[in-house]
């Protein structure tokens, strides 16, 4: 019996390196390289290390653009102004993780004097504690502690093998791939590249221009009191929020108007002046204006830009909604337009009203 004892016992000694080191080596989502993300072929856990870069160059930047990945596209470099730009862009972003990085961060005695807030469908409709369950988008912990504990024991789940697969054969430009993530946050600000055209015949759920219902969780109020305290930590702080909606591909538009999209967009009002950037227009109908269904092209996002910091906008772009700058003097009108806009098809699933 001892025998077998003190043979396990070695076994087990042998095993840890496997179970524990072998991963935080290979570390898929690049949390234990913070300070030397490697093009791993994985996306990395941007929501974690850019919080742990802003913190450990304080100085480095004054103005950020807060979202989730549908902000990615948004080119710093596109951006005439004096400021030093970077882009927090990360997987499944929602508005309660960007209000506590930035309570973080002012927390840390990092004021930006800027804030550029985009916001999507997932602002209401997506669980914050996603995030937390994956490895890939655990965010920055809020009371200072690193849960390294926490990812390594993650990274020996069975689900994460096929990201440390990808990891061990991919061969990428790691060099390059720093400089743009330190740089601006994951852009190119020279080469702007685009991704490999989408196959426009096979959307995910099958949203191809038409209305296909599937359950989808409401946390309308929840996102936008998180929107609402971002505001108003923003104002104690004295930082500029500007505010605006992510352009959206008609096909993901029209799936969740049934959902309230639009009265979220007029409860967002009530918080908050914006940009608007949705709407049945001639960006949401073009292909060519989107990466895939869920993410506009660094082209769309330079229109964006554009008309938030330049003020140019294509005059039958605005009379369709795209770029209207929406205060409490001319809302109506801009919600009049986007449901005239609507096909009947959509009109007849809206939510009936009390």
């Known amino acids: 019996m001892k025998q077998f004892i003190r043979k396990a016992l070695i076994l087990g000694a042998l095993c840890v390196p496997f179970v524990f080191v072998l991963p935080g080596v290979l570390d898929p989502y690049n949390v234990f390289h913070y300070k030397n993300v490697r093009d791993n072929g994985v996306a990395p856990n941007q929501n974690y290390i850019k919080m742990r870069y802003l913190l450990d160059n304080p100085g480095r930047f004054d103005a950020l653009i807060l979202g989730s990945s549908k902000v990615a596209p948004l080119d710093v470099g596109h951006i005439n102004d004096s400021l030093r730009w970077y882009n927090m862009t990360h997987a499944w972003g929602t508005p309660r993780e960007y209000f506590e990085n930035l309570q973080v961060l002012i927390e840390r005695g990092i004021i930006p004097s800027l804030v550029l807030l985009g916001i999507d469908t997932a602002s209401g409709w997506l669980d914050p504690d996603i995030s937390i369950r994956t490895l890939g988008t655990n965010p920055y912990p809020t009371q200072g502690s690193v849960r390294?504990?926490?990812?390594?024991?993650?990274y020996c789940n069975p689900s994460v093998l096929s990201s440390i697969l990808v990891s061990i054969r991919h061969k990428g430009n790691t060099p390059e791939f720093q400089k743009q993530f330190y740089e601006n946050g994951g852009l190119a600000r020279k080469a702007k590249t685009e991704p490999a055209p989408y196959n426009w015949n096979n959307l995910p759920y099958q949203m191809v221009m038409r209305f296909k219902p599937r359950p989808i969780e409401d946390r309308i109020e929840q996102g936008l009191a998180d929107i609402q305290r971002i505001r108003d930590l923003c104002a104690e702080h004295h930082i500029k929020l500007i505010v605006f909606t992510i352009p959206l591909h008609i096909a993901e538009y029209q799936h969740f108007i049934?959902?309230?999209?639009l009265d979220f967009l007029e409860k967002l009002a009530d918080i908050s002046d914006?940009?608007?950037f949705?709407?049945?227009?001639?960006?949401a109908v073009n292909n060519d204006c989107f990466n895939d269904v869920f993410h506009h092209t660094i082209a769309t996002g330079d229109m964006v830009l554009d008309r938030i910091f330049d003020c140019i906008i294509d005059e039958k772009l605005l009379s369709q909604g795209f770029g209207y700058y929406v205060t409490g003097e001319n809302r109506d009108l801009l919600f009049a337009l986007l449901r005239e806009q609507l096909p009947a098809h959509i009109v007849q699933h809206l939510p009936?009203?009390?």
């Open 278 to 283: 949705v709407g049945i227009n001639d960006i």
């Open 148 to 154: 390294y504990g926490q990812f390594l024991l993650g």
């Open 258 to 261: 049934p959902y309230g999209y």
């Open 274 to 276: 914006f940009y608007n």
């Open 352 to 354: 009936k009203a009390e």
